[in-house]
């Protein structure tokens, strides 16, 4: 059974910063493409930022510079560090797993960026 569990979700004050971890079972994680996606209220998800298994990374545009996504694959775990937060960036945040036609999703961790 494939499980991907987040944490690190929280409520900080713009400027701010947190770390997310998702932490897999159940998969080889070493092969996957691990990324974070947000969805804000009235919205679509979109993606935040994903690693390949040969660490290569993208980022939205609106995040480059602010958010750091790296893997750990001894502990099948992927981060994403998040500085310099913005109201904008409130959303529930979510782990995918991608491996050609597997895809796994975790049950998301609410970020709110708020004074």
């Known amino acids: 059974q494939v499980q991907l569990v987040e944490s690190g979700g929280g409520l900080v004050q713009p400027g701010g910063s947190l770390r997310l971890s998702c932490a897999a079972s159940?998969?080889?994680?070493?092969?996957?493409?691990m990324g974070w996606y947000r969805q804000a209220p009235g919205k679509e998800r979109e993606l935040v930022a994903r690693?390949?298994?040969?660490?290569?990374?993208d980022y939205r545009p609106s995040v480059k510079g602010r958010f750091t996504i790296s893997r750990d694959n001894a502990k099948s775990t992927v981060y994403l560090q998040m500085n310099s937060l913005t109201p904008e960036d409130t959303a529930v945040y979510y782990c995918?797993?991608?491996?050609?036609?597997?895809?796994?999703w975790g049950q998301g961790t609410q970020v709110t960026v708020s004074s």
């Open positions: 995918n797993a991608a491996w050609v036609n597997n895809d796994y």
């Open positions: 159940g998969i080889i994680f070493s092969i996957y493409t």
């Open positions: 690693i390949r298994g040969g660490g290569i990374t």
